[in-house]
């Protein structure tokens, strides 16, 4: 199955950003004996740390968004 990018260059960069603080977080939350939470953000941050990789959203292509330059050409 091949996934068409549909994340521009900015919002793979705050996907990663974030999805990178929330492992961090999630890193904390298991040092505090906090599972259920580290479990969530461990799952948040996976999530988005693999939109920022592929370049690929599921929820922004069945919603139709597109924030690369060629989707936004193309919405024109």
Known sequence: MELQRNLG???RI????LGV????GAISAVRDDRTTTAAALTVAGAGLL???RTGFCGCSAALGIDTTSSGA???E
């Open 14 to 17: 705050a996907r990663g950003v």
């Open 21 to 24: 603080w929330l492992v961090a």
């Open 73 to 75: 050409e193309s919405a």
């Open 50 to 52: 693999f939109n920022a």
């Open 9 to 11: 260059r900015l919002d």
